[in-house]
C-alpha cells in the first residue's frame, strides 16, 4: 500500500506564504515525476508544478515568479513553497506521484487527499 499525505495548508493573508508538503510511504520501489495540482470551487483540477526524480521543476505560469518546488528524494518528501499569495490561489492542493511498488514492474499516479489554502484577508 503507498499513501501520498499532504500538509502545510491553512489561512493566510494576501501576501504571505505557506510550504506544502507531500510525503510518500509505503512499499515504495522507486518515485518518478511528483506533482502538485490545485482545485477551486467550481472548477477544474489545474497543474500547479511538477519535480523530476533528478531536480528538474516545471510550473505554470500563474505561480512561477512566486512558487518553488523541491524534493527530497531520501525522505520520499516533496515541498511547495508558496511566497507573495493572492486569493486567486486558494484551493485544496493535491500532491501526486507516479511510483512503482515493491510488487509491480509498472509505474502508477498515485494522490493524496489534499490540504486547503485558503487566502484571504
Known amino acids: 500500500q503507498v499513501q501520498l499525505v499532504e500538509s502545510g495548508g491553512g489561512l493566510v493573508q494576501p501576501g504571505g506564504s505557506l510550504r506544502l508538503s507531500c510525503a510518500a510511504s509505503?512499499?515504495?520501489?522507486?518515485?518518478?515525476?511528483m506533482g502538485w495540482y490545485r482545485q477551486a470551487p467550481g472548477k477544474q483540477r489545474e497543474f500547479v508544478a511538477a519535480i523530476a526524480s533528478g531536480g528538474t521543476a516545471a510550473l505554470a505560469n500563474s505561480v512561477r515568479s512566486r512558487f518553488t518546488i523541491s524534493r527530497d528524494n531520501a525522505k520520499n518528501t516533496m515541498y511547495l513553497q508558496m511566497n507573495s499569495l493572492k486569493p486567486e490561489d486558494t484551493a485544496v492542493y493535491y500532491c501526486n506521484a507516479d511510483l512503482k511498488t515493491r510488487d509491480s514492474a509498472q509505474t502508477y499516479a498515485y494522490w493524496g487527499q489534499g490540504t486547503q489554502v485558503t487566502v484571504s484577508s
Open positions: 509505503g512499499t515504495i520501489f522507486s518515485i518518478n515525476a
